[in-house]
């Protein structure tokens, strides 16, 4: 990464979209927790989203916010607390905790609430980009339920900033629930974990999440009652897990739990690659994470897992993909030079390709944005 | 077009390709019964190949054409175009793979809707419901981003579809997402589903399916006035409930509904409120315990909470009887399908019953109240000259009454071709050239439901140039759609 890159922050979207139509290419940022994501890039200076920070509105009786891009989850998340409630993404917030709003949409990135509440994707009900030739459009609007015109909120999300720059979005929000509590089933055969963890996954419980964790022969199934009235769940998660052979634990003060699975999606100087499977895969991907050496969090009934080494080379990125294929294998943190030996994207169908091209051609007629980060460019 | 005619007979045998206009009067029109126009030709293919070889025949003659299901769409989305070939899918109905394990259920896109609950139950259940879900297509739900009463807590089609195969508009077959979630690349998959048929036609689709709740409660709560119960949807929200439905009907839709199914409504009740609550056993009869509080507090002069699955059933018959009853009350009636934010009702509402005295006619009012989807029917008299024109007017400025508080055009029956006038309302020529973008990049030939969606249909350039207003346009002067 060039440290001589000039970067800019414009006041607003339209000052920010003019910079786009007139400038060349950019490396876009929010809050740069993730820009060692995607191919490695040297655009010649940085396009920031941080002075785009504000909560515009938050209509607390329609459950709605609208934010600009820039703006911290975190301060969002405690702006919206004073009300009760929350916008249910909960995705690792990078150092100093400086994640923003669009940077998670834009990355696509989530964490353990995705379980009930989804992504971004699921969240956001209406969207401003700036696209790469500097036209200003906005699509969906500030309703939860809206189906005019396309849903470019859609393909943005994800699109890691190469079609153009996400600068505000309407979001749906949650109450936030009147209690939680967590039920931690540790156990050492990872037979054993996934099948509790799939067992839980098909209860009519409405968990709020259900994670997985395995490192050093060692795992737990994480499930987190929330609700007016949490215990009954919680004994019958205990059920479950003890059917399946697990300790269970009951933990009242859980956000320490939580937070140490955020983390484990993360790895400063060393690796992670994102598996995304079917929920039955579970026990072939945490063999294989046993195996290479790696430790994993997951969303378990989500097909979703973090497998982060502390040193891994391209080998180790091969050796899963081939063993675990057909499911994707991405590779987010990583050092440079594995970025730069194999693609970190997973491979693209031919007819998806070719279409994925056309898109990129008619958002980013110039290529100015993030060239060359991801997938097709 | 005949030429085209005896490609698509070989593509499908001559059983399934319908050319006499008697046999094409059957398509003229979709589920908006306003619009009329029968194709040139109808086809039925019996395999994603024979779609793809279809959609290809037709690239190559240079011919529009539009995707069908169950044609139960009340926008228009499913109209045909006089000069094109309309793609019946009703023969694409075989659900391919139950994977029950995974969550996941992969169907044809002729399968109804109900079909998928049925082939994934007692387990689990497939969450978003539009009222047609018998006969109502997985296909034109995945074009219309379909929702329904429980949308309120469980999300809309979009939220469900987890892979699609796609057949574009040159015929080239498309693979997006699966049975995993995360696929690589841009979600091309989220930008399809909701694309009213202009993006292709998909040709197998592969759906979340979510486990059946352990209980599930409901109850119908009569008010004095419509402000009173959507009073009382304000404070369920406020106390942190999220109800699977949350259904609100004022008194003419009522007594349409009454003269239907006999529920004895009392008399005297200017608004019904029904709440459905599910979830864990324990979370659900407290929550109800909750809303019958609040119902109580707002002077509900009855609440009746269903004991059994006939009770629930019953509650639900009388709301979802309300379209086809209207039909006791009012020769002609037109749905809309505005959206607003849920604070906004009361003013709305009383917005709405100002525009129908103004236009000397009678609105009833039904709504997904939870989520802010309205569904005025303005009701009106075919016979009476000049009416259907003045329920129209009225009908559209519902709708100006709904973008003038921040809300919507459409909820979930799409823009079609019935709503795309008010498209340039909604949306500014940036936001339109947009969209125009995503089409092009699928179907630069502009084949796929065309005049559908976008206020006036217009051509792809080969490489897009910088959006630059015309000075015209920038005076004020002329519009670009």
Known sequence: MSTAAASFAPASAVELALALREGGPVRIAGG???????????????????????????????LTAIVQAGAPLQAVQTALAEAGQLLALDPPLGDAGAATVGGVMASGDSGPLRHRYGTARDLVV?????????????????????VAGYDLAKLLGGSFGTLGVITEVCVRLHPRPARRLTVCARGDDPQ??????????????????????????????????????????????CAHAQAAGLRCELVEDDEPL????????????????????????????????????????????????????????????????????????????????????LDPWPELGAAELALTRRVKARFDPRAVCNPGLFVAG | MSALARELTRICGSEHVVTHPHALRTYESDGLARYRVPPAVAVLPGSTEE???????????????????????????????SDGVLLVLSRLRRILDVDLPNQRVVVEPGVTNSEVSHAVAPTHFYPPDPSSQIVCSIGGNVAENSGGAHCFKYGFTTNYVTGLEVVCSDGELVTLGGKALDPPGYDLLGAFVGSEGTLGVATEITLRVAPLPERVRALVAFFGSTRAAGEVVSEIVAAGITPAAIEMMDRLSMRAAELVTGAGAPPAARASLIVELDGPAAECEGRLAEVLALCERAGASEVRVARDEAERA???????????AMGRITPSYYVQDGVIPRTKLGEVLERIDELAAEHGLEVANVFHAGDGNLHPLVCYDDSRPGEPERAEALAGEILDACLAVGGSIT??????????????RMFGAADLEAFHRLRCAFDPAGLANPGKVMPVPRLCGEVPGPYRAHPLERAGVAERF
Do not use: Y
Request: aromatic fraction near 4%.
């Open chain 1, 32 to 62: 740069a927790t993730k820009l060692a994501w995607g191919r490695p890039i040297e655009p010649p200076s940085t396009l920031s989203t941080q002075a785009l920070h504000r909560l515009l509105e938050h209509s607390a009786g329609d």
């Open chain 1, 126 to 146: 209406g969207v401003e980009v700036a696209l790469g030739d500097g036209t200003l459009a906005r699509s969906g609007g500030r309703v939860i339920k809206n």
């Open chain 1, 192 to 237: 054993q974990l996934a099948a509790a963890a799939l067992a839980l996954g098909h209860a009519p419980l409405e968990l709020e999440s259900l994670d997985v964790c395995w490192a050093a022969g060692e795992g737990a199934v994480l499930a987190r009652l929330a609700g007016t009235a949490p215990e009954e769940g919680a004994r019958k998660t």
């Open chain 1, 258 to 341: 939580w937070e140490r699975q955020r983390a484990g999606q993360r790895c400063a100087g060393g690796t992670v690659v994102r598996v995304a499977a079917r929920q039955t895969d579970l026990p072939s991907v945490l063999r294989a994470a046993q195996r290479l050496g790696a430790a994993l969090v997951g969303r378990a009934a989500l097909g979703l897992s973090w497998l982060r080494f502390e040193r891994a080379d391209a080998d180790h990125v091969r050796a899963l993909r081939t063993e675990l294929a057909p499911a994707t294998c991405t590779v987010l943190d990583a050092p440079a030079q594995l970025r730069a030996a």
């Open chain 2, 51 to 81: 779609v793809r070889r279809v959609v290809r025949a037709c690239h190559e003659a240079g011919v529009g054409w539009v995707a069908r299901g169950s044609g139960t769409g009340l926008s228009g989305g499913a109209l045909p175009i």
């Open chain 2, 314 to 324: 019953l509650i639900w018959k009388g709301r979802k009887a309300a379209f086809a």
């Open chain 2, 411 to 424: 909820g979930e029956h799409g823009v079609g071709v019935d709503k795309r006038a008010h498209m340039p």
